[in-house]
């Protein structure tokens, strides 16, 4: 026994008892977790007692679990971390999808499971939920297969377990899996004394000094550089260290669909968005910015045939390459280096750069076409959502026309476009505009999605309205998909799907919500449409616009990324 | 080489050319298959190709992947077979909670998933719908957990492992799992030139004789036998041949609710509903003819804890059961003995039996509170239902108050009831509906769902009504869940959801359809409305009606098992 250490150890007051479930809401509670998503389910009831005792969680019962998970997806880009509450078997594997979609787009999403008791478990008898036999781990082990990090807890364990996977949710931005027996949630143990342990080790410092003497010498030698920004820099939580560096060496800086909103679009070194195939003709300066500089250091890059059409054309052999947990040049990884320490580094060393290209010699940014007359087009429409824009929105595009049509707004500072181009699952937008809402009540949310994704979560609008919240919902009704028909085939008939009367639909699922719905398919009623929006917002009586679309029109963007996606060999 | 056989073989015309995808619909159609649901997303669209191509397929687009994995399974169980499309990730992820649910439920649903491109795979850069790398296998890892048989189809080995697959299908009667790459479902392979494989083999004679023989000796000892239908019996086809069995022995039939209407329940022998935990009173004579049988047959019976609460009291020690594949008694296990033929050994032991207790010797059948006036409760309600039935109607109950009401109704001949109670999955029977109203043309579909379990699917209504569909559909709206309040805590908030105007939905889903949506309070209004959708019935309008019920009734099944359910143990 080290008695040595025990009289170095100071006075640690003792931490008061909870339980199992208790102890991993008091994790997520200082993780910046204020409201869990979910749907009850005969096994998950004591998670969710645990949750009604307390005041600085609410619980947001949703219609349906990908509900849930969608809207713990957006919540948690925003605060973090996101959590969902779903029961053995059918809950969980609905909620699935939106575990995917949060490891493929990198998001730190908790999904909670409440399962039998122990004592059920046992038994061997075949239980509802679960398939016939006495395996329980059929759905853990799918599970695996979407998350980071994986525990069933029991009390004798549960913190430390409860802490390795929280901690790797926190440190990979990925999701995790936990799962509660029903006659574990409730045992008592005792609360966290500490901090959740977050970081990573530290990087090996000759590794660092390895990586910071290359990365030296290339921009010391370069006439130019330039920074290309990706999603993980936003969900790793250093924007501000990317315009750190951008200012320390007057870098140009573009970015990727995905990132959009991740970089003043004021500020004068925004290059603009790099997207689509070759030659996608309306981002010249931010295609010269990233292909034409001498070094290129790309920050949380994760080059997707969505973003670009499989079609990119980053210079080779001269790119610092920025990860998370990693920086890589010319192939080389430098392990253990977080994109906090290497943006650190080089924001050093650009300091240092020899006088290069100025900004000045970037082309222009190329205005889209202002079209305001006439029956709505997609060229018309986005002019107008253009005109809606403020400071801080908040604007929660549907994988699709939605997406691509939002991408190429210019966006008012402090304001984001969430979108899931990655994973690409339609239907994701309406519950994420519900967690958004929730995870920055401060901030106005813009939800654009198309009828066809819409229709896939349409239920979470009554959970939406019956929360009291009210963002704009614009709903692009087409009543078909022109992502499928210019990959495939025009008009296939398989690509049509029944039309809704949108404008029905909210009476329908939140009477007592009293929304306004107005269908518009002139741009002019749609600017009015919009306008009144702009001035009820805040009112808490919610608007959604059903602005109807010619049936195979879509945004530029689209139009140029789906003839490279159609192309035989995909 | 040997060429002995090739003389022997008789001359046989050569097959035509088809495609990969034109294979496995060739089987698919060959097993009764004449609906295909699904979504369409950008890795299937050449299976749809395919689909839209045969006259003898029609194409049922869905809002949703569940809820095409929903209409898959009802329209398997009444015609054999059930197929659902969807898309690599997204698409098939939304759809495993209906995949597993008919692992549980045993039924024969064929997932087929369009994924990327074999060249794509190859390239190893991060593709949309994939998690990040080059690991393509996530998902079908996943399925594999709940699927029965699985196959990634290539050219040179699709029409072997179509069949394996497909044949897996039918002869265990659970769902299967098939990928085709987009750039392999168009590839020409022969068409099939034989019918598919099916059976499996034959059981060991000596196996059959020893199983005789002991039934024999054990049927000849015994004062009376009866018989306990399950689920498997209908999943398996063989329920002509249990009444074969109970006329063969004038043997009392009490049915598991999972198989009501799986028996004629005017037929003299039909003893009941065993269900519930003991002392369940509303089922005192299929009570006794199960436990006090000297010998108890038990055909396709999966005891679980939603059927009998846990405390089931099946005779031990006297007991014959035949399941799919093997027979069992005593616990001596007959390997390889099929369904139907261990209920044809049955039914001729039977015929030399000595005799014993008469029918007459059970206990009548206690009719039902006749509750018909005032506000609407649980027991008027399936007062009105019950006098709604007619032959031949197909009952869709959703689990929870809606399955629990139906099974203690008296089904006229013909009739079934289709439920999910193993599974157990909220918001199964609306998509069910859909697809027991294609598989069934001719028969009339009564819906009875939740609010909370119709809120979950409810974009499939759309769907429905859009195919010209026009169910009999019954919401249940209490706002809140009985079960779980009865479990757990009666009124714990996190229990209750968004009411909805179901009135107003279909107007707002299905605008085209001019539905007839009633809301009624009372057990008058209630059959008001129910003659108004008889009557309308086969006019192609469609009615549903919202049936304002109090917020914790129950049936009288459901309270008696739910109290079990809430034993501390589980």
Known sequence: MNTHTSQDTPFI???????????????????GLASVFGVPGDDNLGILDAIADRPDLAWIGMATEQGAGYAADSYARLRGIGALVTTFGVGELSALNAIAGAYAESVPVVHIVGTPALAAIQTGTTRHHNLPGRDYGHFARMA????????????????????????TALRTSRPVYLTIPA????????????R????????????????????????????SASLLVGHLASRHRVTAQVRDLAIAGDLPVAVLPEAKGDFPESDPRFAGLYAGPDPYPSAKRARVAVEDADVLITVGVTLADTILGGAHQLPEGRRIVLDPGQACIDGIVYPGIGMRQSLAILAAAVRSMPPRAALADLPPFEAAPDVRGGQLTHGSLWARVQDLL??????????????????????????????????ASTGWALPAALGASLAAPDRRVVLIAGDGAMQQTAAELGTMLGQGLAPI?????????????????????YDEFPAWDWTALPAAVAPASSPVALRVETSRELAWALNRAHYQAGTGRPVLVEAVLPASDAPLMLQELTRALAAPDR
């Open 13 to 31: 007051p003792a931490p008061w008892i909870t339980t199992v479930a208790g102890y991993l809401l008091t994790r997520l509670a200082e993780a």
């Open 144 to 167: 695996a297969e979407v998350t980071a990090a994986q525990a069933d807890l029991r009390p004798d364990t549960a913190p430390e377990e409860i802490d390795r996977v929280l901690s």
């Open 183 to 194: 006659d574990v949630a409730g045992i008592p143990v005792l609360a966290p004394a500490g």
């Open 196 to 223: 959740l342990p977050r970081a990573a080790g530290d990087a090996d410092p000759a590794v660092v000094a390895a990586f910071t003497g290359r990365a030296r010498r290339m921009l010391a030698a370069a006439a």
């Open 390 to 423: 403020r400071p801080g929105d908040l604007l929660i595009a549907d994988q699709g026309t939605a997406f691509y049509g939002a991408a190429g707004l210019t966006l008012p500072d402090g304001a984001q476009l969430l979108g899931q181009p990655l994973w």
């Open 473 to 493: 919902v614009i709903v692009l009704s087409n009543g078909g998909d022109p992502i499928e028909q210019a990959i495939h085939r025009a008009s296939a008939g």
